[in-house]
C-alpha cells in the first residue's frame, strides 16, 4: 500500500507549515522531471550495449561541490558531494551529502557514519538508515512515498519502455475496457448536456484552429501561474488557485474528450455514410474507439494524448463563444 510520510531528521515529531512542504516538494518534483527528461536518451543510449548494467552501481569518490547522479543504476556515495539523485535506483550514503538526497524507483541508504545535510525525497522506495547514522539537519524533511517501487525502476531503467506499449492480453482487454467507459461516460454526458456537446461539435467543426490556439496558450498559462501562486502567493490563494486549475483541467478532459469523441465520429460517419446511419450511439463508439485505439500506438500515444488535452482546455476556454458561426461571421467577430 502507498504511503506518504514526512519527518523531521532527528526523528522528532514533525512540524512543518503546508505551504513550505508544498514549495519544497513542487521545486523538487520538477528538477527531477527535468533531469529525467535530459538524461533520459542520452544515458540509455550509452547503456543499451551493455550486458547488465545493473550489477555494480556508480560509486563517487573524493569530494565535488557537484550534484552526484544515476539512471537506471544505484549511487554509493563514499567522499563529499554537493548532492545525489538516483533514477531507477538506490542511493547509498557511506560519506557525506552536504545537500539533498532523491531516489525514484530506489531507496535512501544512510550507513552508518554517513551524513546528510539537506532533504531527503523518496518516491518508489523507503528511507533506511543504520543504526549509528547521525541526525541529519533538524531544518530538513523527508519525504517518501512508498509504492510502484518495481515499476519506478524498470521505468527509469528503460524510459523507452514508455513509448513502446506491452501488447499483452492484460492491455489489451485494459484497452477494451477504456472504450466501454468512455463510450457510457460519453453517451451519459450527451444525455444530460445534448447543447453543450452540440455547441462544442460545432465550435470545433468551424474554428478547430482558434481552439487548438487558445488550448495551447492556456495550457502555458497554467503550466506558468499555479508554480509561481505556490511560491509567491499566500498559502490560502495559493490553494485556491490551484484548485480552480485542477477543476478546469478535469472538467475540460472530462467534456472536451466526449465532444472529440462524438466530433470524430460524426466526421467518420460522413466518410463511410453506410455506418451507423447517423446514429448518436454509433457515432459516440467510433470516435471513441478511434481515439482509444490511437493513443494505445507506440510512440504516438504521447502526441495524443497531449492535442486531445490541448484541444479540450481550448474547448473549455471558448465555451462562451457563440455557436452558428459561418466562417465569414467568425473573421467579423
Given at each position: 500500500?502507498?504511503?506518504?510520510?514526512?519527518?523531521?531528521?532527528?526523528?522528532?515529531?514533525?512540524?512543518?507549515?503546508?505551504?513550505?512542504?508544498?514549495?519544497q516538494?513542487?521545486?523538487?518534483?520538477?528538477?527531477?522531471?527535468?533531469?529525467?527528461?535530459?538524461?533520459?536518451?542520452?544515458?540509455?543510449?550509452?547503456?543499451?550495449?551493455?550486458?547488465?548494467?545493473t550489477?555494480?552501481?556508480?560509486?563517487?569518490?573524493?569530494?565535488?561541490?557537484?550534484?552526484?547522479?544515476?539512471?537506471?543504476r544505484?549511487?554509493?556515495?563514499?567522499?563529499?558531494?554537493?548532492?545525489?539523485?538516483?533514477?531507477?535506483?538506490?542511493?547509498?550514503?557511506?560519506?557525506?551529502?552536504?545537500?539533498?538526497?532523491?531516489?525514484?524507483?530506489?531507496?535512501?541508504?544512510?550507513?552508518?557514519?554517513?551524513?546528510?545535510?539537506?532533504?531527503?525525497?523518496?518516491v518508489?522506495?523507503?528511507?533506511?538508515?543504520?543504526?549509528?547514522?547521525?541526525?541529519?539537519?533538524?531544518?530538513?524533511?523527508?519525504?517518501?512515498?512508498?509504492?510502484?517501487e518495481?515499476?519506478?525502476?524498470?521505468m527509469?531503467?528503460?524510459?523507452?519502455?514508455?513509448?513502446?506499449?506491452?501488447?499483452?492480453?492484460?492491455?489489451?482487454?485494459?484497452?477494451?475496457?477504456?472504450?466501454?467507459?468512455?463510450?457510457?461516460?460519453?453517451?451519459?454526458?450527451?444525455?444530460?448536456?445534448?447543447?453543450?456537446?452540440?455547441?462544442?461539435?460545432?465550435?470545433?467543426?468551424?474554428?478547430?484552429?482558434?481552439?487548438?490556439?487558445?488550448?495551447?496558450?492556456?495550457?502555458?498559462?497554467?503550466?506558468?501561474?499555479?508554480?509561481?501562486?505556490?511560491?509567491?502567493?499566500?498559502?490560502?490563494?495559493?490553494?485556491?488557485?490551484?484548485?480552480?486549475?485542477?477543476?478546469?483541467?478535469?472538467?475540460?478532459?472530462?467534456?472536451g474528450?466526449?465532444?472529440?469523441?462524438?466530433?470524430?465520429?460524426?466526421?467518420?460517419?460522413?466518410?463511410?455514410?453506410?455506418?451507423?446511419?447517423?446514429?448518436?450511439?454509433?457515432?459516440?463508439?467510433?470516435?471513441?474507439?478511434?481515439?482509444?485505439?490511437?493513443?494505445?500506438?507506440?510512440?504516438v500515444?504521447?502526441?495524443?494524448?497531449?492535442?486531445?488535452?490541448?484541444?479540450?482546455?481550448?474547448?473549455?476556454?471558448?465555451?462562451?463563444?457563440?455557436?452558428?458561426?459561418?466562417?465569414?461571421?467568425?473573421?467579423?467577430?
Amino acid at each position: 500500500m502507498s504511503i506518504l510520510t514526512a519527518s523531521m531528521a532527528n526523528e522528532r515529531v514533525f512540524i512543518l507549515s503546508p505551504r513550505l512542504l508544498y514549495r519544497q516538494v513542487l521545486l523538487k518534483a520538477a528538477l527531477l522531471v527535468v533531469c529525467v527528461l535530459i538524461l533520459g536518451g542520452a544515458v540509455h543510449a550509452e547503456q543499451a550495449g551493455e550486458a547488465n548494467p545493473t550489477d555494480t552501481p556508480v560509486i563517487v569518490e573524493g569530494v565535488s561541490d557537484a550534484t552526484a547522479y544515476s539512471l537506471g543504476r544505484s549511487l554509493r556515495i563514499n567522499g563529499t558531494v554537493k548532492g545525489a539523485i538516483a533514477l531507477g535506483g538506490d542511493v547509498i550514503v557511506q560519506g557525506v551529502v552536504e545537500g539533498d538526497v532523491a531516489a525514484i524507483g530506489g531507496s535512501v541508504i544512510q550507513l552508518d557514519g554517513s551524513r546528510i545535510d539537506g532533504d531527503v525525497i523518496v518516491v518508489g522506495g523507503t528511507d533506511n538508515r543504520g543504526n549509528r547514522a547521525p541526525g541529519r539537519n533538524p531544518s530538513s524533511t523527508t519525504v517518501m512515498y512508498a509504492g510502484y517501487e518495481q515499476e519506478l525502476r524498470n521505468m527509469m531503467r528503460d524510459p523507452s519502455g514508455l513509448l513502446r506499449p506491452n501488447w499483452s492480453t492484460s492491455y489489451i482487454g485494459l484497452r477494451l475496457l477504456a472504450i466501454l467507459f468512455w463510450f457510457i461516460v460519453s453517451l451519459a454526458l450527451t444525455a444530460a448536456t445534448p447543447g453543450t456537446i452540440s455547441r462544442g461539435i460545432t465550435r470545433l467543426q468551424l474554428t478547430l484552429g482558434r481552439v487548438a490556439i487558445i488550448g495551447v496558450i492556456g495550457a502555458v498559462v497554467i503550466g506558468a501561474v499555479v508554480p509561481f501562486s505556490l511560491r509567491y502567493l499566500p498559502f490560502t490563494l495559493a490553494v485556491l488557485v490551484g484548485l480552480m486549475a485542477l477543476l478546469l483541467i478535469l472538467i475540460a478532459g472530462l467534456f472536451g474528450r466526449v465532444i472529440i469523441y462524438a466530433a470524430t465520429g460524426r466526421w467518420l460517419q460522413r466518410k463511410f455514410s453506410k455506418v451507423g446511419h447517423n446514429s448518436e450511439a454509433v457515432a459516440l463508439l467510433l470516435g471513441t474507439t478511434f481515439w482509444i485505439v490511437l493513443s494505445s500506438l507506440p510512440y504516438v500515444w504521447p502526441i495524443v494524448v497531449a492535442v486531445v488535452l490541448v484541444t479540450s482546455l481550448g474547448l473549455a476556454l471558448t465555451a462562451r463563444y457563440r455557436v452558428g458561426w459561418s466562417r465569414g461571421q467568425e473573421a467579423k467577430t
